[in-house]
Each structure stands twice: as C-alpha cells, then as structure tokens.
C-alpha cells in the first residue's frame, strides 16, 4: 500500500542534543512537508520541498534542519537551538507542480525533551 | 500564520444528528480543504473544494463555499460515534508556478458523537 512512514513513533531529547525524525513517502509524489503541531492548535509548517535537492522555509523554521537528497525521503533534523521542542511533528506529501491538490499524512512522531 | 479560523472549537452532538462546522479566512484563496485528525494520528484529506466552486458532495459530507464572505461550512450528516475527530480547514494559495504548495491550516473544530 502507498503511504507516508514517520518514525520514530516517540522521541526523547536530551539537552544540547540534535534529532532527526525520519519522513519516507511511496507515493512519488514531488513535494514533501514538515509540519508542527502543538495541543489545541493547528498545524505550522516548518520547511517545505517541491523537489530533490531543493527546500525553502516555512512560518516556524528557526532551529530545524532539512534535506531532500532522494524523492522518497525528507529527514527532519531538530538541532539543540530550537529551545521549545516538545510537539507533535506531522510529514506530508502531495503531487507538486500543480495546484488543488491534497495532502497525504504519516502518523507522525511525539518529540518530548528528558 | 493561520489564517483559516474554525468555529465552534467544540461541538459535542448525539449520534444520528447533523454536525456543522464554520471555517473563516483572510485573504484570496485557490482552493479550501476539510481534513480530520483522530487524536494522536495524521490528518486525513476529506474534500477540497475550489475557489470557483460554490458546493461540493462526498458521501454524507457536504462543503459549501462563499468567496464574497471568506467563509466555507463542513456539514456531516447523519452523525456516527466513528466521526470524533479534529477537523481542520486548510486554504492552499499559489507560490511560484501556481502551485498550492502551502496550506495554511486553521486550530480546528474537536467533534465528539455520543452514542
């Protein structure tokens, strides 16, 4: 089945430390996202890809990190300067190159700090 | 920046009755799209309605439009328990190339359906 797969499904952080959050999509689809999600809100967008070897900033990108060196894979990296970690972190894709399209989630992953 | 803004936040009905939810936006728009979230899950895409649309059907939900009035509704008819859920409107604006790359997401409506 086609999908998007995140994980880890629980991630702990320790002080001054980098994580990565891993995002893999079988949907050939081009464009890929990274969202954040904290209790009771919305979604913000963190960074954004419509391409392999090509991301742009969204809202709320200080303190991330991304690469998109295949299709299929758009890592998160959460470095030791984003100060408020703690979230819920939601992968998308969508066909790029056009408009109206949807978005297809994975499950994302639960970042807490230790 | 959200710029979708839901209305109720909550709603709370019995199983059998009709769910509406409210979505507000700003600025113009390519198109408007429903998502659900289950708690602690992904979202889900529901429906996307475009900006020259004014209605649009899927099974037992229907989207209304109204540019004029920056506003669209979500009506889920005929409520079932499985329907608990977040729902979030999303409006998608061009970037560069006409692509709605972005989606600006709204805080979303928590629906519960008692059985």
């Known amino acids: 089945d086609g999908g998007i797969t995140q994980s880890p499904k629980y991630l702990f952080r320790k002080e001054g430390q980098n994580v990565t959050l891993s995002c893999e999509q079988n949907?050939?689809?081009?464009?890929m996202y990274w969202y954040r999600q904290d209790p009771g809100q919305g979604l913000r967008l963190i960074y954004y890809?419509?391409?392999?070897?090509?991301?742009q900033k969204g809202d709320i990108a200080e303190g991330y990190s991304v690469s998109r060196e295949k299709k299929e894979s758009f890592p998160l990296t959460v470095t030791s300067a984003q100060k408020n970690p703690t979230a819920f972190y939601l992968c998308a894709s969508s066909q790029g190159a056009s408009r109206n399209q949807p978005q297809h989630f994975g499950d994302g992953t639960r970042l807490s700090i230790l | 920046s959200q710029q979708g803004e839901e209305d109720p936040q909550a709603l709370s009905i019995q199983e059998g009755e009709n769910a509406t939810m409210n979505c507000s936006y700003k600025t113009s728009i390519n198109n408007l799209q429903w998502y659900r979230q289950n708690s602690g899950r992904g979202l889900v895409h529901l429906i996307l309605?475009?900006?020259?649309?004014r209605e649009k059907h899927s099974g037992r939900l229907r989207v209304t439009l109204d540019t004029s009035k920056k506003s669209s509704s979500l009506l889920i008819t005929a409520s079932r328990a499985a329907d608990t859920a977040s729902y979030f409107c999303a409006t998608g604006s061009g970037g560069s190339g006409g692509s709605n790359y972005k989606l600006t997401f709204g805080k979303g409506t928590l629906l519960t359906v008692n059985p």
């Open positions: 890809s419509q391409i392999v070897n090509d991301f």
């Open positions: 949907l050939n689809h081009d464009a």
């Open positions: 309605i475009r900006s020259n649309e």
